[in-house]
């Protein structure tokens, strides 16, 4: 059997919205147990007057909210706002509670480079893809080119981002900056496969007969591309639409297609 831990406070009737963690919480055990999972995400500007507030109202958890109303008043450090959090909460140790407020002492006023492309890789793994499109691309104005290999791996995420959003063409030149800079198959592999998301069989076709020193790499993509297809085609998902539309344009099919689409609707929003 597990553990029991005395909440601290109420569970909120409105949630607050993390922004930086993009994740809604609804009580303060979850701005506790948000900040044990993400301490190097973690930023100043989090701790706003408006989750101050909405801690107090919606949580009562007075005692938190007068803490780190106190921080602010006196311009407190980072840590000195976690320590205000995880004091008040049962389920972090004292342990646990010293661990996390080294990474954070750690992280503030370390390399800002590093620390943005953290946080713009979290949003990658989290699918927030607009999010983490911003963070590459400002971080790609912030970083020499002579660091060629980082630069590279801030490229190839940037692609991945545009590609999970359908947006082939950026993604392609995202992928040909990477491979441009540190000349990694990896890079070229996706580059490929953008140019083949996006352009005409025929046209494909032409612009990668010219590259003959990477047949191996496009032809490791097509054997891909099979497997994938094959996959889709015995997926739930396809054997779902192929049944929809067998029935022809039918009221039921209509609303069908309403209805999915509105589906895909909501997924492409969460997403960006």
Known sequence: MGNMYHCSGRKGNRPFYLNKI??????????????????ELLERDIFTPELIQWLEEECGVREIAQDLSRCISRNLPLSRFVEGVLDHVSFVS???????????????????????????????????????????EALIDQVSESERDFLGGVYHNLGIAFARQFLFEQAEEAFRNAYLLDGKKEHFFSYAAAKRMHLSESEYVRQISNMIDMGDDTLRLEEEMKIIEAEWLESDECKEIVEATQHGDTVEFREWLKDKTAEYKEDYRRYV
């Open 22 to 39: 993009c994740v809604r919480i609804y009580s303060a055990d979850e701005l506790a147990y948000c900040i044990c999972e993400n301490p």
């Open 94 to 136: 004292e342990k646990e509670k010293k661990s996390i407020l080294e990474i954070v002492r750690q992280g503030t006023g370390g390399n800002v480079i590093k620390r943005r492309k953290t946080h713009a890789d979290f949003y990658l793994r989290k699918e927030r893809y607009a999010h983490a499109i911003k963070e590459y």
